[in-house]
């Protein structure tokens, strides 16, 4: 926990700033604490957890990891699915078989141009994200996450 920072309300909105620069996302609730670590991890908590005296717990991790910010913004499959049902740019709605195929880890055909990352939806799924590059989507789904069967989204 010593390498994760808490945000102030500038340093908040700078991040919030670029989630809205990059998926029109508008009014993002304020209900929560946002932490970074020192790698560009983006964290977020209930802001309720300042009522807590956590310095008395035995905590390993803290928050929900919800994105990386670097140059730009990045999205976890959990940060998709938080900011995705408000995004009004940059969300590329997929097929089963590129759902299945993304899920699996594999880059996808892209029939659209977009510029840095993009929410990656399947009707009503949020999925993660991905840069678009040379008509592709590369994937960024960690490894460990992947799903290693065919055809497992079919809702």
Known sequence: M?????????ESERILD??????GIKNIESNYIILQ?????????????GKIEYNTLRINELGLYVARFDKEIRLTIEGSQIFGKHATK???????????SWMEGDDIEC???????????????????GKCKNNKLLNYIPQERRIRQKKIINI
């Open 111 to 129: 029939n659209k141009e977009f510029k840095g990352f993009v929410i990656i939806k399947y009707k009503d799924n949020y999925l993660g994200s």
């Open 90 to 100: 940059n969300v590329y709605e997929v097929n089963e078989n590129d759902a299945n």
């Open 37 to 49: 670590k020192k790698d560009g991890k983006i964290f977020l908590i209930n802001n309720s957890f």
């Open 2 to 10: 010593e390498n994760l920072k808490i945000l102030n309300k500038k």
């Open 18 to 23: 670029k989630i809205n620069e990059q998926f």
